[in-house]
């Protein structure tokens, strides 16, 4: 089992530029979650999809929109990159509900010049 | 406002001896606490949680201890070893609003000299 997957590992964007983080997870959990890490803020929830088909803000959202593409995927999207969005990302997804024990993806490293 | 505070960035500890981490929340709702690991470039990893029916769970060298009356909880590592080097975050789930989920402390890093 890959657990959580995230691609990509890096990136560097430009001010305005989009992309999309892309999260996989193999371990049939219902719920997937979207968290940014700051230095010195720890981990602060953006997005989270409680079961498939569902997804709510978190702490962070503004500037970030989510898709719960099937069970298993969970994609982040950046529509207009800002320099307040470099950051590290992380993927994680848990049994059910919204509490208890997560599973952590390694994270996506983003640059915004 | 902090809901669960890491106030010590960082803990040093000589190999053998016994690491303390600690964490404090504010809100008295709050009824299960977990502690995840983290290692450079990788995402954080589950350590060991509690129950606010507990005051103390033991996984081999790891115990947290909870004191609910003065909402503060602590790892403790015994004994210490290299491999322990990491950032420790405390994290609590918040049931009700929006938020849902997880809130975690800032993190403390942990660094154990041989």
């Known amino acids: 089992n890959a657990g959580v997957t995230q691609t990509p590992k890096f990136q560097v964007l430009k001010t305005g530029q989009s992309m999309t983080l892309q999260c996989a997870q193999d371990?049939?959990?219902?719920?997937m979650y979207w968290y940014r890490q700051d230095p010195g803020m720890g981990l602060r929830l953006i997005y989270y999809?409680?079961?498939?088909?569902?997804?709510d803000k978190g702490e962070v959202p503004n500037g970030y929109n989510v898709s719960r593409l099937n069970k298993r995927e969970f994609s982040l999207r950046l529509e207009s990159a800002a320099p307040s969005q470099t950051s590290v990302y992380f993927c994680?997804?848990?049994?059910?509900?919204?509490?208890?024990?997560?599973?952590f993806g390694p994270g996506t490293r983003l640059t915004v010049l | 406002d902090q809901q669960v505070k890491q106030n010590s960035p960082s803990l040093s500890v000589q190999e053998g001896r016994i690491s303390i981490l600690n964490c404090d929340y504010t809100n008295s709702m709050f009824d299960y606490f977990l502690w995840y690991k983290k290692y450079p470039a990788e995402g954080p990893t589950f350590l060991i949680s509690?129950?606010?029916?507990?005051d103390k769970n033991e996984d081999g060298r790891f115990t947290v201890f909870l004191n609910k009356s003065a909402k503060h909880l602590s790892l403790h590592i015994v004994p210490s070893q290299p491999g322990d080097s990491a950032v420790y975050f405390c994290a609590a789930p918040n049931y009700g609003g929006s938020q849902g989920n997880l809130i975690f402390g800032k993190g403390t890093k942990l660094s154990v000299k041989p």
């Open positions: 999809s409680a079961s498939e088909g569902t997804t």
């Open positions: 994680a997804s848990s049994e059910g509900g919204l509490a208890g024990e997560q599973f």
């Open positions: 371990m049939n959990h219902n719920s």
């Open positions: 509690i129950s606010s029916i507990k």
